[in-house]
């Protein structure tokens, strides 16, 4: 069953966008199956994944407003693993529209559980608002990975994007909890990017990433070719901190497996003891 990731920052140009294309393209390359669901109306997730704007195509608005299925808006990409669900611009309207719809905050989360055995990962690509877009995406994830940027704004921004998660964990999804914070953009020479690292350290502890982004031109060059940055160059400083960042996201996933099944065993264990006598 596929773990659902939801890349989430209220604030632009954090690098959420970024973080869902090579995040994505990492794990796959790592010979895991990949999903990546744009629903961000910009579509740059599309777009810097080689998919042009299409206004025929199915896409993420089509799942919303229940007019395609979800398999029938999966398309392949050139890195074998990775798959997409474009978005479209017609997702503006899709805040309208779902305002006065039925079960509004459950129509993607709907879609992607018909999926979830078809993948590993679902990285779902958020727009820069807490709209019914994001609430969408909140809603259908597992987890929540937020890219940040070391600066004192990022930290306040990041508060209100907590509280969110809080409301919907009590309305709509009770297991949705924090997969990581990721520093990006960042240049640890500077003494404020030492200092805001330092303050996540203490408040989001092992949440906060090893793995740091730095700021780097291969890296913001590869979207306007339609590829991933270890399609680019895979060389490059961007490419192999994204590939850092995938396997640090899988070796959380597969410790908290085992000690999840180690804890079912336990219990089971328990039971079987109290059976006996």
């Keep these: 069953m596929a773990r659902v990731i939801a890349i989430a920052n209220q604030k632009?140009?954090?690098?959420?966008?970024?973080?869902?294309?090579?995040?994505?393209?990492?794990?796959?390359?790592?010979?895991?199956?990949?999903?990546?669901?744009?629903?961000?109306?910009?579509?740059?997730?599309?777009?810097?994944?080689?998919?042009?704007?299409?206004?025929?195509?199915?896409?993420?608005?089509?799942?919303?407003?229940?007019e395609a299925g979800p398999r029938e808006a999966v398309l392949s990409n050139e890195l074998e693993g990775l798959h997409v669900i474009p978005a479209h611009k017609h997702l503006i309207g899709a805040n309208i529209e779902l305002v006065q719809a039925e079960e509004r905050e459950f129509r993607l989360r709907q879609a992607i559980d018909q999926l979830r055995g078809d993948f590993d990962f679902i990285i779902l690509d958020c727009p820069p608002a807490l709209d019914l877009l994001t609430l969408n995406a909140l809603v259908a994830a597992d987890s929540v990975l937020i890219p940040m940027q070391a600066e004192y704004f990022a930290l306040e921004g990041i508060s209100e994007l907590l509280d969110t998660m809080e409301r919907i964990r009590q309305s709509f999804n009770p297991g949705l909890e924090v997969e990581g914070v990721v520093l990006t953009m960042f240049d640890e020479r500077t003494n404020l990017a030492q200092q805001v690292a330092g303050n996540l350290r203490e408040f989001f502890g092992d949440k906060l990433c090893v793995t740091t982004i730095p700021r780097n031109v291969r890296l913001a060059e590869a979207p306007s070719y339609g590829k991933p940055a270890l399609l680019y160059d895979v060389r490059s400083r961007g490419a192999e901190s994204y590939i850092k960042l995938a396997k640090e996201i899988m070796g959380k996933v597969m410790s908290r497996a085992a000690a999840s099944e180690a804890e079912q065993l336990a219990q089971q264990a328990v039971i079987a003891e109290q059976a006996a006598s």
Excluded: W
Aim: charged share 20%; glycine share 10%; hydrophobic share 40%.
């Design 12 to 66: 632009g140009g954090v690098g959420k966008t970024t973080t869902a294309i090579n995040l994505a393209a990492s794990l796959a390359a790592a010979e895991v199956r990949v999903l990546l669901v744009d629903c961000d109306p910009q579509s740059n997730s599309s777009s810097g994944l080689g998919f042009l704007r299409d206004p025929d195509r199915l896409s993420t608005y089509h799942l919303l407003m229940r």
